[in-house]
């Protein structure tokens, strides 16, 4: 079974969210079971410099105004990887979509309807290369993938699309339509036209064999109306063809026993040691250095939909009962200068950092005591699995996959002893509130916060289970 990922992202090479965690990793686990992943992504320059064993497929080749060719690798771990190297197209620093100051890149439509299309001739063996049995696409930024491949004649590789969030849509003028090669009638309101405008994603919905997304319960959310984002119609008319698949995380890459970033590994028996990374961060963030103190901390986009709009104002709650924060993120202006303010005014127990920093996340993980999340849609979240890994509670909105991934502290999962985290609903400032008054006295109940930091660091947060429904879905759609 040979299995060709499409996608913009793809850890350690380039990243800015949770795709690229989950490209970096699910092939791997894929490859584990005999599935062969090769993975295509765009040539921006870091993804070119970060290949090893490097060498061109093929010739040289004409792409919208300039040219482009194929250049095959691998990643470190012997991830196997073709990019697309089109320097007229991909050879820019920073963020794959956005400009510095969060606006879209120019010509983003033209730019990833190029990517699919090749990615489509790819797949059908066009470059040289034999053709593949699956195309995987992720996001919008392959949603052409299928479109290309329904006009063709010949057969063509069965397709899945995996949507990790449909917030982004992928959505262009339709003046685009003549320029990215697909038939004119497709734009139509049964096919990839919506509100007037092109949506690549949609397509990716509407001509996908199969499509997924990343926790069973956002499978569901996305069939209402709310929570379809103008797509829960259409997402209906696709459920016999629509599944949820949890998202793993790479247990190699977030390892508490073995992390060179952190200051102290540890492990579930020898969890006491965790308490030197909260000391050493405390230490380096300038807040005040103590035990006992309950150390919360965010590490992510700061955005609305992560509800960290709502966290920023409860800030006052967590000082004035006596904890500590630490957050990690970057994101809208507005929430990053609250945090900002918070950690100016109390230093000893705010601590902002405005960023993108691997290793600190790490660090990060591992000195927490719990990790929030009141995010008002998710539709994984990957954030409460490596806290999971590090013994850190995760406090979290009960929406998509943290409904599917956390076990609420409730009285009868306390006296099974088989609770990881807490949750709360509606995602409002009254909920969050009482959300952060239990987790202060679940914390001031040692013996039941260990356990439940013993449970987290229990659970199979690996890619195994997953991998394997993958490998199912592929090998049913191949027939
Ligand atoms: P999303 O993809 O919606 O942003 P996920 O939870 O799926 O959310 O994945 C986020 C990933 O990005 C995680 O690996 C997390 O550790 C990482 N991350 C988010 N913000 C930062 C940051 N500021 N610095 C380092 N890593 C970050
Ligand atoms: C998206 C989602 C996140 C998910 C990630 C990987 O960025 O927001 O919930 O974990 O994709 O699938």
């Not at 999340?373 to 929406?399: D, H, K, N």
Request: charged share 20%; glycine share 10%.
């Amino acid at each position: 079974m040979r299995v060709l990922f499409v996608a913009s992202e793809c850890f350690p090479l380039i990243k800015t969210g949770g795709l690229a965690d989950v490209v970096g990793a699910l092939p791997r686990a894929l490859n584990a079971q005999g599935v062969d992943v090769t993975v295509f992504l765009p040539g921006f320059p870091p993804v070119l410099k970060g290949l090893k064993k490097k060498k061109v497929i093929g010739k040289t080749f004409a792409l919208g105004s300039g040219t482009a060719k194929l250049m095959e690798g691998e990643t470190d771990s012997g991830l196997k990887i073709i990019a697309l190297d089109a320097p007229e197209l991909f050879k820019f620093e920073g963020n794959p979509y956005q400009n510095p100051d969060g606006t879209d890149r120019d010509g983003n439509g033209l730019r990833y309807a190029a990517f699919s299309r090749v990615a489509a001739d790819l797949a059908i063996g066009r470059y040289g290369v034999s053709a593949f049995d699956v195309v995987h696409a992720h996001d919008w930024q392959a949603g052409l993938v299928s479109a290309y491949l329904s006009t063709e004649m010949a057969p063509v590789p069965a397709s899945v699309l995996t949507l990790h969030n449909l917030a982004f849509q992928g959505l262009f003028p339709k003046m685009l339509m003549p320029d990215i090669g697909l038939p004119a009638d497709y734009f139509a309101k049964d096919n990839l036209e919506y509100w007037d405008k092109i949506s690549f994603l949609k397509a990716g919905i509407v001509h996908s064999h199969h499509v997924t997304t990343v926790s069973p319960s956002y499978a569901l959310e996305i069939q209402t109306n709310e929570g379809g984002m103008g797509f829960g119609g259409l997402l209906r008319s696709r459920g016999n063809a629509l599944s949820g698949i949890l998202n793993g995380i790479d247990t190699e890459v977030w390892n508490p026993e073995t992390d060179p970033d952190i200051a102290a590994n540890f492990s579930r028996t020898k969890l006491s040691a965790k308490a030197k990374n909260k000391a050493q961060l405390q230490k380096d963030m300038g807040l005040k250095v103590s035990k006992n103190t309950p150390l919360f901390a965010v590490i992510s986009r700061l955005t609305g939909q992560k509800g960290l709009d709502l966290l920023a104002d409860a800030v006052p709650q967590i000082t004035a009962l006596g904890g500590q924060l630490m957050v990690l993120g970057s994101g809208d202006s507005a929430i990053e200068s609250q945090f900002l303010a918070s950690a100016k005014a109390n230093p000893d127990s705010v601590a902002c950092f405005i960023g993108y920093d691997e290793p600190l996340a790490h660090r990060v993980q591992a000195a927490a005591d719990a990790i929030m999340i009141p995010s008002r849609f998710e539709p994984c979240g990957l954030t409460q699995l490596c806290a999971m890994r590090y013994g850190t509670i995760p406090v979290v909105g009960r929406v998509g996959g943290l409904n599917d991934t956390v076990i609420d502290a409730n009285p009868a999962a306390l006296a099974k002893n088989c609770a990881t985290g807490v949750q709360f609903s509606p995602i409002d400032p009254h909920m969050l509130a009482s959300a952060i008054n239990r987790t202060f006295e679940l914390y001031a109940a040692p013996k039941t916060w260990r356990g439940m930091a013993q449970n987290c660091m229990a659970q199979d947060v690996s890619w195994k289970k997953s991998a394997q429904q993958y490998a199912n879905l592929y090998a049913r759609l191949k027939g």
